[in-house]
């Protein structure tokens, strides 16, 4: 799978607007969104080859209130592509949002 691809299934899965990494300053959309990005590549490697790409990923959902329905969304995307994250989550007090944070690896495209 393509970042690209990732993103275009993201958007379309939660019906959310979404970004890599994050919004411009003074360019992001109403509670709800996400964001998501790539924290490190560790690929598959033997015989000084790649063999498979492996990302990896964290999701960020913002909103304004404890929102389950939201949750649900993600979770059924990041299943759907056969993916089980570690979930946590956290207010940030200064923004007065709530953060749920999805980790996980994600194999991309050779």
Do not use: C, W
Not at 78 to 107: A, C, H, R
């Amino acid at each position: 799978m393509k970042l690209s691809d990732f993103y275009k299934q993201l958007k379309n899965s939660t019906g959310l607007p979404s970004a890599y990494h994050h919004f411009e300053v003074g360019k992001a959309p109403a509670l709800p969104y996400t964001v998501y990005y790539v924290v490190e590549r560790d690929d598959i490697i033997a015989d000084d080859k790649s063999y498979f790409k492996v990302r990896s990923m964290t999701i960020e959902l913002y909103t304004d209130s404890k929102d389950e329905e939201l949750e649900a969304r993600v979770e059924i995307f990041l299943n759907g592509l056969g993916i089980v994250p570690v979930i946590s989550e956290q207010y940030i007090t200064d923004e007065k949002m709530y953060e749920v944070i999805y980790e996980f690896d994600l194999e991309m495209e050779n």
